[in-house]
């Protein structure tokens, strides 16, 4: 069960923010993410099942979000946002269930050192919705991973840690949670090579070219 502390914060943990899990309905003018509500997260580990997409291979849904365009913007940093990563296995593990939130803020208490949570405290929904805090021009790629893939990413996530700092020569982790992403989904089965970068707004613009996922929400 997740543990939400009532107190959250945007983005990138500047401006303290009390409604983190009670804003209401935000605009969707530039979203190109479907509705989340609990009837669709109830469906999202199911989703495509009934197309007969599977064909007998056991696979997962590997999620990669991106924020490219936060309300609340940081000095020298313009209009980046955040990348995320939440894999939910579809055969009904919870505790095959994983976010990835490099350089984050998702308030979960459960979260690990490395910015991981595992287990049935993992929320697409939540997680995403927490995303919009801090920005509005949130998009979700679906990935169809096999279990050897989604271990291999969740391996490179610890590996790679929670804070990482994109460049050697870059003195703080700004931009750590893209660099984070790009390099724990690189050369892993539908995603193909990745370019390391520490804008979100670039991974998201290769990923759209890639056009390897299997939905956009």
């Known amino acids: ?23 209401g309905q935000r605009s969707t003018t530039a979203l190109e993410l479907r509705v989340f509500g609990e009837e669709a997260n109830s469906r999202l580990q199911n989703w495509g099942k009934e197309r007969g997409r599977d064909k007998g291979i056991e696979v997962a849904d590997t999620y990669v979000i991106s924020n490219t365009n936060p309300e609340n ?43 991981v949570l595992t287990g049935p405290g993992v929320s697409l929904d939540k997680y995403v919705n927490f995303q919009k805090t801090g920005g509005k021009d949130v998009v979700v790629r679906r990935y169809e991973t096999t279990p050897e893939e989604e271990q291999e990413i969740m391996s490179r996530a610890e590996r790679i840690g929670g804070n990482p700092v994109p460049w050697d020569w870059f003195p703080v982790a700004i931009g750590g949670c893209t660099a984070g992403v790009s390099q724990a989904i690189d050369g892993i089965g539908p995603f193909g090579p990745v370019e390391k970068t520490a804008f979100p707004s670039r991974l998201n613009d290769a990923l759209e070219r890639a056009k390897r996922y299997k939905d956009k929400f």
Do not use: C, Q
């Open 1 to 23: 069960m997740i543990r939400n502390t009532r107190r959250g914060f945007n983005t990138f943990g500047l401006t303290p923010d009390d409604d983190a899990y009670e804003t």
């Open 73 to 115: 913007k940081v000095p020298g940093w313009g209009d980046e946002g955040h990348s995320g990563v939440v894999i939910l296995n579809r055969k009904g593990d919870p505790w095959a269930n994983y976010i990835y939130d490099p350089a984050g803020h998702y308030p979960d208490k459960e979260m690990g050192e490395g910015r």
